[in-house]
């Protein structure tokens, strides 16, 4: 078969267009340019669009500008969006205000607290004239009336609105761009007392009918006596809710490459579309009058369907992306009997990404898409491989052929941000995903026939056998020898790589072009050549950490041959521990770490490791952590030259004292010190021309340096 990629380019006018899209929301995102800027390009490209088509019109040699400047136009326009979508600073930030507002989004039950996003709607305590809708990120201190809360409530509150701060420990999950993303910058905690109801359901109504919706199923499901974690997996794979999920459930359905199902997204709309399209597939022959109005009547059940599933589910946001991808391939193939499904693929990313640019950085989006433009194009293909008459044994590889392809488009995403690749993936989805079939539709009818006896008692039965064979298939591939390959670090760049040799080996393989397999194992080559240089860089790299993390000092030090931590024990099996040094560990290619306790091991000899009392000595680098004045030797005649003093556990002390005794190049102020205590630390130091690092204030301190 013959392969032209620019004939098939031809065919995908929406895909043109929304590549540039793309790379202009990308590009602002990056750079952040000034709004008129691209006002001025769109204006210059379209006069010199004006001058070809009246001075050169129907000349051969200019026509790839036309498309060149429509490309232009749409980068413009991609930019454009991006600036008027960007989250713009509260007014009243830092202050202390008096405030009416929106909640936003249903409150979720913390440990202490109820989180939800207030839309600021009236500011009422300054006289400068409050303009916007901006939202903020909220924690409720939690006492009889939070639990009152919900989604669309107007509420007055008194509170002071604050910058998200992200910790800057290297590496770590960046929740302020995340929420960034989201049109959000500001958070803030309410005291009880602090705020009160002033009236009920003042948001969009069908937002809160989907929240009640969810609510009453949840409770159906409660009824009938489906508890623990059977009901937590229920709630996630049906509503949404992944809030009651423990941490042992979440890691087996990662570890066994389950996780995916737990997210109501494109599966289980996909999993309603083809269902229900297979059902009434009939319609398509029934004609009235000799016109085809049967395929308008199943698109019309099928929207109808996948849009009450969608409202079912709570309305997040991967629903609704899913939700408007079918929508858009039910109403082309309904308005034309071929239907280029990139084109709708393109047409639905073109009008999400129109709505929220931001979108692009979204993690569910993007493996959303290349989910399905894996499955679409790759799927049919790799099904081809082998030719099976049994229809038990075509079913099977059907559904290995989806996983498989799937995998392939994923796996590159998958291992930049979650650094896992699960082995049994095929076995995996030979199971859930025929599970999660007959869970979605037993759940429906239970929902359907839950006030009726006996009918109800037997569908539940059923959903409850369901859930626990899932659950004990998820937990038993788990527990399979070589189940997962973990703590896989792959920079941004090696992802672009993988995806050109994926590409090229897919058109090599189904279009037999050998130049495209000599550039596959060319970029392989540049791959493998990229992972030696990296590792050649760590092996002689030594890195020197002081992470924030709130009111503790961690401090790390890590090299080819170790990687010890220093902290306090009550650290060492806290989450907060290894968010803040996960991602730091893998991208470093180490996962073995020796943690210490400021207490014990006061003298450690370990490699290019050495520790003295309160005296760290790594590499050529030397160190001292004062958290304790019993600590200093105050009798010493000769001031001790010293790399970093880091200076924790709130110690009171006075810079000048310190400066008499030692000679350090830089002060660091941990994480477990008081604001108030570092800021007079700060004056002194500016006093005394000494050099020093705030870490609560500063993020994560980080030093690296090279030893040969």
């Not at 590549?19 to 008129?36: A, H, S, W």
């Not at 193939?333 to 499904?341: E, K, P, V, Y």
């Not at 693929?345 to 990404?353: E, I, R």
């Not at 399905?372 to 079913?395: A, D, M």
Request: charged share 15%; glycine share 4%.
């Amino acid at each position: 078969m013959p392969f032209n990629f620019v004939q098939e380019l031809r065919q995908l006018p929406l895909l043109r267009l929304l590549v540039p899209l793309i790379i202009g929301i990308l590009f602002q995102i990056e750079f952040n340019i000034r709004l008129e800027y691209f006002i001025y390009f769109i204006i210059i490209s379209l006069i010199i669009w004006f001058l070809i088509n009246k001075f050169y019109a129907g000349v051969y040699n200019f026509r790839f500008l036309f498309g060149t400047i429509i490309s232009i136009i749409f980068f413009a326009f991609g930019a454009i969006l991006t600036n008027l979508n960007t989250a713009k600073k509260f007014q009243f930030t830092d202050k202390q205000i008096i405030a009416t507002a929106i909640i936003s989004e249903f409150p979720e039950e913390k440990k202490n607290t109820f989180k939800t996003l207030l839309k600021i709607n009236q500011v009422l305590s300054d006289s400068i004239k409050y303009t916007g809708s901006s939202k903020i990120i909220t924690y409720i201190q939690k006492d009889s009336l939070t639990n009152k809360l919900t989604y669309g409530d107007k509420i007055i509150f008194s509170g002071r609105p604050r910058n998200v701060k992200n910790p800057g420990n290297p590496h770590e999950f960046d929740h302020k761009k995340y929420l960034f993303g989201k049109s959000i910058i500001e958070q803030m905690y309410l005291k009880s007392g602090s705020w009160r109801i002033l009236e009920h359901n003042k948001a969009s109504s069908i937002f809160s009918f989907a929240g009640k919706l969810r609510k009453k199923l949840k409770q159906i499901y409660k009824n009938f006596s489906i508890n623990g974690q059977d009901l937590a997996v229920l709630s996630a794979l049906t509503l949404g809710d992944k809030s009651e999920l423990t941490e042992e459930t979440q890691r087996s359905y990662v570890s066994s490459g389950a996780m995916h199902i737990l997210a109501v997204s494109g599966l289980h709309v996909g999993i309603i579309y083809f269902v229900l399209n297979y059902i009434f597939s009939f319609l398509d022959k029934l004609k009235i009058r000799k016109y085809n109005y049967g395929k308008f009547i199943k698109a019309v059940i099928l929207l109808f369907s996948l849009w009450f599933f969608a409202l079912l589910s709570g309305l997040s946001p991967s629903v609704r992306r899913a939700s408007i991808m079918f929508s858009f391939f039910i109403v082309g193939a309904t308005l034309s009997r071929t239907i280029n499904i990139y084109n709708s693929l393109g047409a639905s990313a073109f009008l999400l990404l129109v709505i929220n640019p931001y979108l692009i950085k979204s993690v569910g989006f993007q493996l959303s898409y290349i989910a399905v433009l894996s499955i679409v194009y790759l799927q049919p293909k790799i099904e081809n491989i082998f030719i099976i008459r049994n229809k038990i044994l075509f079913k099977i590889w059907l559904l290995i052929s989806v996983s498989i392809a799937a995998q392939i488009g994923t796996a590159p995403i998958a291992l930049y941000y979650f650094h896992i690749f699960p082995n049994w993936f095929i076995l995996t989805n030979l199971i859930v995903i025929p599970a999660t079939f007959l869970i979605i539709y037993s759940a429906g009818l239970l929902f359907i026939t839950s006030f009726i006896p006996y009918v109800s008692d037997f569908v539940a039965g059923i959903l409850k056998f369901l859930v626990k064979v899932l659950n004990f298939s998820v937990e038993l591939i788990e527990k399979l020898p070589f189940a997962v390959i973990e703590n896989i670090s792959i920079s941004l760049a090696d992802v672009f790589i993988i995806y050109i040799i994926i590409i090229l080996l897919s058109i090599f393989l189904f279009f037999y072009k050998v130049r495209f397999l000599q550039l596959a194992l060319f970029f392989v080559s540049i791959l493998i050549l990229s992972g030696i240089v990296k590792k050649y860089g760590l092996a002689k790299n030594k890195s020197i950490f002081v992470y924030n993390i709130n009111k503790h000092c961690a401090v790390n030090f890590i090299s080819n041959e170790n990687n010890i931590i220093l902290c306090d024990s009550s650290l060492f099996n806290k989450k907060s521990l290894d968010f803040a040094t996960y991602n730091n560990f893998i991208k470093h290619n180490t996962d073995s770490v020796l943690p210490i306790d400021f207490k014990n091991f006061l003298y450690l000899k370990k490699n290019d490791f050495y520790r003295h009392n309160n005296y760290l000595f790594f590499a050529n680098k030397k160190m001292l952590i004062i958290n304790d004045k019993n600590q200093i030797n105050y009798n010493s005649k000769k001031r001790l030259h010293l790399n970093y003093i880091i200076l924790s556990n709130n110690i009171y002390i006075y810079i000048k004292d310190i400066l008499e005794l030692y000679k350090p190049d830089l002060i660091i102020f941990d994480s477990s010190n008081k604001p108030l205590r570092i800021e007079r630390w700060k004056e002194e130091c500016d006093t005394l021309n000494q050099k020093y690092f705030s870490v609560p204030e500063q993020g994560a301190f980080i030093y690296e340096f090279y030893v040969p």
